[in-house]
């Protein structure tokens, strides 16, 4: 058959669309990982349970997925989830202990391959975990003179001081932060 100059661009025209279709419906089809992380009552320095929760978005089932958590934790370790399809959930128990203090920043990251040409995919999340601070010690102001239970010094009004919540003995604030119990009665002062 003799094409014309003009449908021989037309044609190539086409072909290219068709490639570029095909192409991006390709690249459409891929896993698409959302990832969630939860830990209860997390504690400093301490094991806690926790559990991430993976949910693949995408149109291509994952393969190898593995999980990994970066930053002030240690976890135990995760076994790589063989695979997780399309419009699939999939919740992994934790053990984790966090190490940082405060507000501590995690990011957590999974890569997993495409079905059909193992093609890798990386998907990450950051997540911060507020550590619960301790209750802290309740700090008032002497409306009395006295003499602090702990030091033997002379406690004046207008210092700062703590009140034994049990007795009612007061002490300079500092020297209640040191003994953390009531020395008269030992109830904690905190
Ligand atoms: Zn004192
Ligand atoms: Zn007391």
Known sequence: MDLKES????????AEEAFESAKSSVDAFAPVVEIALEIKDPKKDDWSEGKITLNNT????AKNVVVEILG??????????????AN????????????????????????AS???????????????????KRPDIQVEIADKSGECP?????IKEGLKVVK?????EVLHELCARSAETCPKCNTPLA
């Open 7 to 14: 449908d021989r661009d037309k044609a190539l025209e086409l």
């Open 58 to 61: 995408g149109k291509a089932l």
């Open 72 to 85: 002030g934790a240690e976890v135990e370790e995760i076994e790589p989830i063989e695979t997780l399809g």
């Open 88 to 111: 699939a959930t999939h919740e992994i128990p934790l053990k984790i202990k966090i190490t940082g203090t405060g507000d501590v920043p995690l990011a957590i990251k999974v890569s």
């Open 114 to 132: 495409r079905i059909f040409d193992e093609q890798t995919y990386e998907f990450e999340t950051a997540e911060t975990i507020s550590l619960e």
């Open 150 to 154: 702990v030091c033997r010094g002379s």
């Open 164 to 168: 034994c919540k049990k007795c009612g």
